[in-house]
Structure formats: C-alpha cells, structure tokens
T-cell receptor, first 117, second 115 residues
Framework: GAVVSQHPSWVICKSGTSVKIECRSL??????MFWYRQFPKQSLMLMAT?????????EQGVEKDKFLINHASLTLSTLTVTSAHPEDSSFYIC?????????????FGPGTRLTVL | AQSVAQPEDQVNVAEGNPLTVKCTYS??????LFWYVQYPNRGLQFLLK??????LVKGSYGFEAEFNKSQTSFHLKKPSALVSDSALYFC?????????????FGIGTKLQVIP
C-alpha cells in the first residue's frame, strides 16, 4: 500500500527557534497533502491543505506566518514551525492523497512529536 | 459546521466476541464517511469508507461499518475480535466546504481486546 514518511519522528527545540518537518510520499505522487495537529485525548485538527505548486489553504484560526507550508514537489511537503513556543508542542501528522480531487483515501505519515522547551 | 462524535473513550471486549465502535456525525449535505486505525507508534491506516450505495461497507482486517442515515451513524463492527485489533480507532467525515474538501475526525476510541 501507499507509504507516507515523516522526518523527524521526534524533535526537541528551544523556544524561539524554527523547526522543519518533512512529509514524503514514498511510492506515489501526492497532488494534495494535509497537515494535522493532534492534542492528547483530542481529535485530529486539520491545519492546512497543501497542493503541489500552489499556496496552502489554511484552516480558520491557523496562523499561516507561523506554520509555513511548502509543497515543492509531488512527493514532498514541509511544515516549518517558526519561532516555536511551548504551546506549539504537539503531535503533527501529515497525510497525502494519491489521486485527484475525486480521490477519497488519505494515507497518513507516522507523525512528528514536537516538544518546545 | 460538520462534527463527528465518538461517545466512548475506550471499548473493552473479550477475544472472539463481536465488537462495535460507535460513531455519529453531523453535516450539511451528503457525507463521505471513513474509519481509520492507529496502532501504537504507527501512522493512521485506512480501514473502510462509505460513499454511496450499500449501507453495509466491508473493509480491511474483517471490519465492516453500517451507514444509517436516519440515525446519522456509522458504527464500526467486527464479528469476532482479535487481540491484534487493539488500537485507536478514528471515525471521519468528509464534505465540501467553501469549494474544497474538508475532513473532520472524531476524538478516537481506544479498543482493548482482552485475551
């Protein structure tokens, strides 16, 4: 089946620094990738939808200048948490959709745990 | 606004017994419904989906789910639980929103199958 990887799987950083998380589709081309944030005992929250070659669409309440998303190729999307603060500590998950607009199934990465000290 | 409710934080079932993980939803328009499973230290995996057609949908690992429009439910079921089914299960609904698709997930239900 389709595989999506994330790197790093776990990162600790100091407050005020920036962290980049990569999401790769390993055996398929993903025209659309999604970034989610998962809080303990809470639902996955969609942060943004990323389409290759165009600007990401951010969900209401998500700061686009803080969570920079780049989808430079059909197999790679990156999420950069700029000037990270402790409240940004969370589990970030990406997913990728293999087909076009009509495709329904998303394949998820294993997630990246970010801890900001 | 669309929403998904999974009323049980945890479901415990004995191995070999049937299991049900509940999901109800609230949307405007026709929903696409999904179940995903998350094993420890692994990413979410797709189990099954309902788009149209037969209300009973069969998916991976022997799971099935029944779409009930009048009750706005999409409960996940399996006739005989395995210990290896122990994991976190997420229900999700997808609809059009402002010209693009939006997926909303439930909070997740932890399934514990007891040997």
């Amino acid at each position: 089946g389709a595989v999506v990887s994330q790197h790093p799987s776990w990162v600790i950083c100091k407050s005020g620094t920036s962290v980049k998380i990569e999401c790769r589709s390993l055996d398929f081309q993903a025209t659309t990738m999604f970034w989610y944030r998962q809080f303990p005992k809470q639902s996955l929250m969609l942060m943004a939808t990323s389409n290759e070659g165009s600007k990401a669409t951010y969900e209401q309440g998500v700061e686009k200048d803080k969570f920079l998303i780049n989808h430079a190729s059909l197999t790679l999307s990156t999420l950069t948490v700029t000037s990270a603060h402790p409240e940004d500590s969370s589990f970030y998950i990406c997913s990728a959709r293999a087909g076009g607009w009509g495709s329904d199934t998303q394949y998820f990465g294993p997630g990246t745990r970010l801890t900001v000290l | 606004a669309q929403s998904v409710a999974q009323p049980e934080d945890q479901v415990n079932v004995a191995e070999g017994n049937p299991l049900t993980v509940k999901c109800t939803y609230s949307v405007s328009g026709n929903p696409y419904l999904f179940w995903y499973v998350q094993y420890p230290n692994r990413g979410l995996q797709f189990l099954l989906k309902y788009i149209t057609g037969d209300n009973l949908v069969k998916g991976s690992y022997g799971f099935e789910a029944e779409f009930n429009k009048s009750q706005t439910s999409f409960h996940l079921k399996k006739p005989s639980a395995l210990v290896s089914d122990s994991a976190l299960y997420f229900c999700a609904v997808r609809v059009l929103s402002g010209g693009y698709q939006k997926v909303t997930f439930g909070i997740g239900t932890k399934l514990q199958v007891i040997p």
